[in-house]
């Protein structure tokens, strides 16, 4: 699945390339595709500090949506959901996740899976393990996915939509320790995004749930692009 529909899709997309890094390039010259290690699939406690967890890692590609200096002067950050770094060109295409296309490529080389959880950065993954019990356990037995069931249901970081599944245990999962001035904060979007990566990596104990699972995310996914759904 993985093979022929990276293929297929590097096929028809490719057309949309040249348009894409040109809207890139001339509103913020620089690379108009991003690289970036990110981290795959659990291998398991770091040696040296046990409390913090290893992953594998690869590089991943995308065009670019900030600006080229985005982290000069901070180092890795969680882009935010009204992030200032975010050109205007990036916004329509972390909107309509055009962004993810290169993916594809990592797809096809078997860095990434068609379907499966966001990859995080390493240094933020190892931190966000820390932060958020279990929050390790989405990439456990299974690679990162350019699409996945967080992806159809949640916007960019992970911030739930109006009329979720979700949205009546929201006061439940927000802020948890209800800790004052940490209202809205990104790990909570963080924490229901591992709901729902928990939830598909469940659905791998069985073909048919796999299968179910799988088909149902890539069937949705043109859906959430064509409607601009990705904030």
């Known amino acids: ?8 899709g590097l096929a028809l997309t490719l057309p949309a390339v040249p348009v894409i890094a ?3 390039f001339m509103e913020s010259p620089g690379p108009v595709v991003f690289r970036q290690r990110r981290a795959g699939r659990l291998v398991g406690p770091d040696p040296k500090d046990p409390r913090r967890h290893l992953f594998s890692e690869f590089e991943m590609y995308k065009f670019r949506t900030m600006r080229h200096d985005a982290e000069a002067g901070t180092g890795a950050v969680l882009a935010s959901e009204n992030d200032r770094r975010i050109t205007r060109v ?3 295409l972390r909107r309509t996740r055009l962004d993810e296309l290169p993916q594809l490529w990592n797809v096809l080389r078997g860095d990434m899976s068609l379907v499966g959880p966001r990859p995080e950065r390493p240094e933020l993954l190892s931190d966000l393990a820390l932060a958020i019990p279990f929050f390790e356990e989405r990439m456990r037995d299974v690679k990162p996915g350019i699409t996945g069931l967080a992806q159809v249901n949640l916007g960019y970081t992970g911030r739930l939509r109006p009329g979720s599944d979700l949205e009546t245990f929201k006061e439940t999962l927000t802020n948890p320790f209800k800790v004052q001035g940490a209202e809205e904060a990104l790990a909570d ?3 229901m995004k591992l709901l729902y990566d928990v939830a598909y990596g469940a659905a791998t ?3 048919s749930s796999f299968l179910t699972m799988e088909l149902g995310v890539l069937a949705r996914t043109p859906l959430v692009m064509l409607r ?3 904030r």
């Open 90 to 92: 990036g916004r329509v």
């Open 205 to 207: 104990e069985k073909l």
């Open 228 to 230: 601009g759904m990705g």
């Open 1 to 8: 699945m993985d093979v022929v529909g990276s293929g297929i």
């Open 189 to 191: 979007d963080m924490r």
């Open 22 to 24: 040109a809207a890139i």
